[in-house]
């Protein structure tokens, strides 16, 4: 059988960061594949909360694709996604307890991602601190 | 039905806990993707597949889901796609990080199937 390629350990794509692409690509599908429904279904009932969920949705997909790929580029672009989404839940976690009939339908940032086990809240900041530790140039010891 | 939930359910939930259980160990061990991990997963795609042909006759014998008949099928296909993902993920990278990817599979359709549940039962 063939050996791994031996990577740099300090690579953003390497170990642990493959497994958070592959979580970042589950998020993208279960996102996308639940916006795409409400766009076709209920679209009409909560204009907000959908646009959100595709919005999310995309985030997630540039977040996928940016985590997966090597080179400085592909780490400014995760690092503006994985912010955007660390942005994104907090603020629309806070907004759908004070103003809730603006949220008729729970997307999947709405109340800090209860409805996905918080897992939105903690994906990206366990993603913010893997990009920080694998920052192009970084000098670990 | 168990707890309100049905045996498509249970059945998934035996299955993939015993793939998330043998995914965990092998990753433990510093495994990569070999024919325990691969297989438990390839076990939850084709009880998918069962569980498409089911709904369907289901669909055709009862009045099918009291929710939405197009989200829960969305469903389904979507949780189609989650193993076959990280099968062939698991062939293109062999390291021990690709045995703990698969064993995400199963807590990943345990939520999606318990969703479907509630679709087509309560909704």
């Known amino acids: 059988m063939e050996q791994p390629l031996k990577q740099n350990a300090k690579e953003k794509t390497s170990g642990f960061g493959r497994l958070l692409v592959v979580i970042y690509a589950v998020f993208t599908l279960s996102a996308g594949a639940r916006s795409l429904y409400q766009v076709i279904r209920k679209f009409d009932e909560a204009p907000l909360s959908i646009t959100l969920s595709a919005i999310s949705a995309l985030i997630y997909l540039v977040a996928t694709i940016a985590l997966a790929k090597k080179g400085e580029g592909a780490w400014k672009v995760s690092l503006v996604a994985v912010g955007i989404e660390m942005a994104g839940v907090i603020l629309v976690g806070i907004f759908s307890y004070i103003q809730p009939q603006h949220f008729e339908l729970a997307s999947v940032w709405s109340h800090f991602g209860s409805g996905y086990g918080y897992i939105p809240l903690v994906l990206p900041m366990v993603g913010l601190w893997w990009l920080f530790k694998t920052k192009p140039g970084r000098v670990t010891a | ?123």
């Open chain 2, 1 to 123: 039905m168990i707890a309100g939930l049905d045996l498509w359910f249970w059945a998934c939930l035996v299955l993939s806990t015993l793939s998330f259980a043998i995914c965990v160990f092998q990753f433990l061990r510093g495994a990569a993707p070999d024919d325990f991990s691969q297989g438990s997963v390839l076990v939850l795609e084709a009880f998918l597949v069962v569980y498409l042909v089911g709904s369907i006759i289901m669909q055709t014998l009862t009045d099918g889901p009291s929710g939405d008949w197009l989200e829960y099928y969305g469903y389904l296909i979507t949780a189609m796609i989650i193993p076959a993902g990280t099968f062939i993920w698991s062939l293109t990278e062999r390291s021990r990080w690709s045995t703990l990817v698969l064993g995400l599979t199963g807590p990943v359709l345990i939520i999606m199937v318990h969703r479907m549940n509630m679709l087509w039962y309560y909704y």
